[in-house]
């Protein structure tokens, strides 16, 4: 029992109450002893009970520490007090909305012993529901919202590509850019002490920023989608669409950070997308897909109207408009055909097209601020 390492797991958290008694019950139950494990929270200044239910906690469970971060700016600080407390030969992380199952750390730490060059593990992200009614959670979990699997195209067990280009695409946090959510991931020792056992100080994309640092350090990631995290999403659409602003909005950080001076446009309609390099004194990535195209061809074809109310002419590319809008507006919202239950297919796409806008608009929001270019991607 004593040849098992020793494992911190680090869980930032502000505000989290509705989630918090279930994420505890859940790490205590995992199968690891526990005096070869600490759980190490950083609370970034709650306002909420949070605080006082692990206060609760830690007067039944010396494993479990605290550390406050008044008024912390990003998930990033708050891990980053949390990381100077852990004592751990390798260091978990998860959020306090997760609920990581049994065997979770047993299944993340098995790549660090087939391969010392394994700095970090990531495992599979699903969805945990505490409401059958709430359609947003159900959304999330029917779209399979967070799921790892996929990322670089890498579907099952196995390695993540290492960084070869600096394209924005690579590092930028979107589906082929190779990081971790810090949501279920673990980190060597050696990993971590390797970038200065930090994450960056910028209020978003530290997970990003991180994952890549150990790549460029020298060290693999793998992924491991039998260690297992269950996500307790969202549960409003306002909080859900603001979740995907911040994404948004850290996307052109990271671009601006780590990519080099090029501008790449990406035509989402292959596994690997159609992809276009050029070099450009402002950096940056365009994104193009259903979404773009429906709101193009939708915005020709009301031109086209207006045009032909003043001139009284009917072109042949009104119709054209009309088609090539109803053909991508389909594709975009065709997805949504799958979801049950089958009478709530309005409320469905109405989630999809609002989460894609903020989406948008923080990606807009991120370029403006970072100073690069950047169009996000249709869902």
């Keep these: 029992m004593n040849d098992l390492p020793f494992i911190s797991i680090i869980n ?3 505000n989290v109450e509705r989630t918090l008694e279930t994420n505890l ?12 494990m600490e759980i190490v929270f950083g609370d970034g200044g709650s306002t909420d009970k949070t605080v006082d239910i692990i206060s609760k906690w830690q007067k039944k469970y010396e494993l479990i520490k605290l550390v406050i971060v008044p008024n912390s700016k990003s998930p990033g600080e708050a ?24 065997d979770w750390t047993k299944k993340i730490l098995e790549p660090f012993f087939k391969d010392p060059q394994i700095g970090m593990v990531g495992g599979e992200i699903h969805t945990m529901r505490t409401n059958p009614n709430n359609d947003v959670e159900a959304y999330c979990e029917q ?5 790892v699997s996929g990322r670089c195209l890498l579907r099952n067990e196995g390695y993540y590509p290492n960084i070869t280009k600096d394209l924005p695409h690579e590092v930028n946090g979107n589906i082929h850019s190779p990081f971790f959510a810090t949501a279920n991931a673990a980190v060597s020792k050696a990993a971590a002490d390797a970038i200065g056992r930090e994450f960056w100080h910028e209020i978003t994309s530290e997970d990003v920023d991180f994952s890549l640092r150990i790549l460029k350090a020298g060290f693999k990631l793998y992924f491991k989608p039998s260690a297992i995290v269950d996500h307790m ?14 994404y948004g909005f850290g996307h052109p950080l990271a671009v601006q950070k780590h990519a080099k001076d090029v501008i790449e446009m990406q035509f989402q309609y292959t596994p690997t997308y159609i992809t276009f390099v050029a070099p450009f004194p402002i950096k940056g990535i365009i994104y193009i897909g259903d979404f773009h195209f429906m709101h193009v061809f939708g915005l020709a074809f009301i031109i086209n109207i207006i045009q032909t109310l003043f001139t009284g002419n009917i072109t042949i590319w009104l119709p054209i408009w009309l088609a090539l809008f109803g053909f991508f507006k389909y594709r975009y919202f065709s997805p949504m055909l799958r979801l049950d239950p089958k009478s709530k297919l309005f409320t469905w796409a109405k989630i999809r097209y609002i989460s894609n806008w903020a989406l948008m608009k923080g990606g807009f929001k ?10 996000e991607s249709s869902w």
């Design 12 to 14: 930032p958290i502000r």
């Design 143 to 147: 779209t399979k919202f967070l799921m």
């Design 25 to 36: 019950k859940f790490l205590l139950d995992i199968d690891y002893p526990k005096d070869r």
């Design 233 to 246: 999403h969202r549960v409003t659409l306002q909080a859900y669409c603001k979740q995907l602003y911040g």
């Design 366 to 375: 991120g370029a403006k601020t970072f100073g690069v270019i950047y169009l």
């Design 79 to 102: 891990r980053n007090a949390a990381l100077k407390m852990a004592n751990g030969d390798y260091i978990l992380f998860t959020d306090g909305d997760c609920a990581p199952r049994k």
